[in-house]
């Protein structure tokens, strides 16, 4: 499905931001692991999240969904996930294939993990290589799913690399609590993307759980259980950076309600950079405002602990004056697509001149970019940005598999032309 974009000099009006992702992950699998009912408040109802619904259903968990409360109502499995299904599909999320890896290990059975061609893609060694410090069995294709684990995981203490995604460390603290001896996990190397870590420990402790974190390890006593919770979900700043730079690079106002201005979400950065770079932006205690005056600098910033950033921050730093430099981010090459690649390769299609590294993106910022037909590379994040990128072409742009946009903000396409933007899908 193509997306065409009309170019645009101003976008006005008030949104809401969609809820968080990454807490609706959290909160749908821990609640599926609690003893008791849970309410997931306000979740987010996305391609992935669904990925995760389906994934705890098959778990033994019983998940209904209130709309006109627009509440989750979950039922949990007590920590003693019971598969019905020896094969779980996980679609196009990351988040639950590598989540499901470690709760699936919590089962003598045999459980097969899979998904989309780009879930084959995604490296899971470094998980599988804990699991199996851990008592699991597992097999994969070359470290990549699909992956076949079989338990029951006794804990213990392994070794994991922090580097690759903070998906894996999240996925062991999530599960260990449950076993009978608990855990410790060492971090090797430079830890990565940190602010994801501090969410999942954050939603198991409102679940009950115990964790410490102490210099390069974290401690997690055995025997534990979740409780069920109440558990609202707040704004996702990784959605509302796309509208928030869309006002940057226009003659523009926005706000941006349902923003909680001491959310613990690491792309709440987006506030700051959008600062350093020259934008007129406004933080109140739950929304932000942006006032775009087409005059950003270039910057050099370090985007290790915001992966999610990176392609959008890029697209910022394509309509800045200067140069922008984004750095320590070779994690991102494993997510949807490769993402340093994928969209240094669609900006050079609209004539900005940018150079990739193994860890960083180096961008010479233009005035004004040039229309062309682009490649969203099946990663929501790369045509979200390059929809905003869009806005100050020479002219219309279109931009190929625009349906992955369900995975994370379902609403997009809606809440831009809400704004002023004429975008269209065919």
């Known amino acids: 499905m193509n997306l065409i974009i009309e170019p645009t000099d101003r976008l006005n009006g008030t949104v809401k931001a969609p809820s968080s992702k990454s807490y609706t992950h959290r909160a749908i699998i821990i609640a599926s692991l609690a003893d008791g009912e849970s309410r997931i408040l306000n979740p987010l109802i996305s391609g992935d999240t669904l990925a995760s619904i389906d994934a705890c259903k098959s778990s033994g968990s019983r998940i209904e969904f209130d709309k006109d409360?627009?509440?989750?109502?979950?039922?949990?499995?007590?920590?003693?996930?019971?598969?019905?299904?020896?094969?779980?599909?996980?679609?196009?999320?990351?988040?639950?294939?590598?989540?499901?890896?470690?709760?699936?290990?919590?089962?003598?059975?045999?459980?097969?993990?899979?998904?989309?061609?780009?879930?084959?893609?995604?490296?899971?060694?470094?998980?599988?290589?804990?699991?199996?410090?851990?008592?699991?069995?597992?097999?994969?294709?070359?470290?990549?799913?699909?992956?076949?684990?079989?338990?029951?995981?006794?804990?213990?203490?392994?070794?994991?690399?922090?580097?690759?995604?903070?998906?894996?460390?999240?996925?062991?603290?999530?599960?260990?609590?449950?076993?009978?001896?608990?855990?410790?996990?060492?971090?090797?190397?430079?830890?990565?993307?940190?602010?994801?870590?501090?969410?999942?420990?954050?939603?198991?402790?409102?679940?009950?759980?115990?964790?410490?974190?102490?210099?390069?390890?974290?401690?997690?006593?055995?025997?534990?259980?979740?409780?069920?919770?109440?558990?609202?979900i707040e704004g996702d700043y990784s959605s509302a950076a796309f509208i928030l730079a869309a006002g940057a690079i226009t003659n523009s106002q926005i706000r941006i309600e349902n923003?909680?201005?001491?959310?613990?979400?690491?792309?709440?950065?987006?506030?700051?950079?959008?600062?350093?770079?020259?934008?007129?932006?406004?933080?109140?205690?739950?929304?932000?405002?942006?006032?775009?005056?087409?005059?950003?600098?270039?910057?050099?910033?370090?985007?290790?602990?915001?992966?999610?950033?990176?392609?959008?921050?890029?697209?910022?730093?394509?309509?800045?004056?200067?140069?922008?430099?984004?750095?320590?981010i070779k994690h991102v090459r494993y997510k949807e697509s490769d993402r340093i690649s994928s969209i240094s390769a669609e900006l050079k299609k609209m004539n900005v001149k940018i150079m990739e590294g193994i860890d960083f993106l180096e961008i010479e910022g233009k005035e004004r970019l040039k229309s062309a037909h682009l490649h969203g590379w099946n990663d929501h994040r790369i045509v979200m940005s390059l929809a905003v990128a869009s806005l100050r072409a020479e002219d219309k742009v279109t931009i190929d598999s625009a349906e992955s946009i369900d995975v994370s903000f379902p609403n997009f396409i809606e809440t831009m032309r809400s704004l002023g933007c004429e975008m269209n899908l065919k």
């Open 69 to 232: 409360r627009d509440e989750l109502i979950i039922y949990g499995n007590s920590g003693s996930p019971r598969f019905s299904k020896k094969v779980i599909d996980v679609r196009n999320s990351g988040t639950t294939i590598r989540f499901m890896t470690s709760i699936a290990s919590l089962c003598k059975e045999e459980i097969t993990l899979t998904g989309d061609e780009s879930i084959l893609r995604r490296p899971m060694l470094p998980l599988l290589n804990a699991l199996e410090q851990l008592g699991v069995k597992t097999k994969s294709n070359n470290g990549m799913p699909p992956i076949s684990v079989r338990g029951p995981m006794r804990g213990g203490k392994c070794r994991i690399l922090g580097g690759i995604s903070s998906q894996f460390i999240s996925s062991l603290l999530i599960s260990l609590p449950l076993t009978g001896e608990g855990g410790e996990i060492y971090i090797e190397g430079t830890l990565r993307s940190r602010p994801y870590i501090d969410l999942t420990i954050e939603t198991l402790r409102r679940f009950g759980a115990r964790i410490k974190f102490l210099d390069d390890k974290f401690e997690i006593p055995g025997n534990q259980s979740y409780t069920g919770i109440r558990y609202g």
């Open 259 to 328: 923003l909680n201005r001491d959310s613990k979400q690491g792309d709440k950065r987006i506030v700051e950079i959008l600062r350093r770079m020259g934008a007129k932006i406004k933080s109140g205690r739950d929304y932000v405002e942006i006032k775009g005056n087409l005059d950003l600098e270039g910057i050099e910033i370090d985007l290790s602990d915001n992966p999610d950033l990176v392609p959008v921050v890029a697209v910022l730093g394509s309509l800045a004056s200067g140069k922008t430099i984004i750095k320590n």
